[in-house]
């Protein structure tokens, strides 16, 4: 599993990081998601996929 954002697309909502706060963090300037782990420790699959499932701009992707 690997986690990307576009950070052109996110609108700053931090539903990631609430979920996930291991693997997704916001840039203090304006918000926007950065990747902590692009490849999420074991454990966190379901709590990954669920934090891209919830993302309200679509930002997050899984490969």
Same mark, same amino acid.
């Given at each position: 599993m690997k986690v990307r954002a576009d950070t052109m697309v996110c609108v700053a909502s931090g539903m990631c990081v609430l979920s996930?706060?291991?693997?997704?963090?916001?840039? %203090? /300037?304006?918000?926007?998601?950065? @990747? &902590?782990?692009s490849q999420p420790p074991a454990g966190? %699959? /379901?709590a990954v996929?669920?934090? @891209? &499932?919830?993302?309200?701009?679509?930002?997050?992707?899984? /490969?």
């Open positions: 996930v706060p291991e693997v997704f963090d916001q840039r %203090e /300037d304006d918000g926007v998601v950065e @990747v &902590l782990a966190l %699959e /379901d996929r669920e934090a @891209v &499932l919830r993302c309200p701009s679509g930002a997050l992707t899984l /490969d």
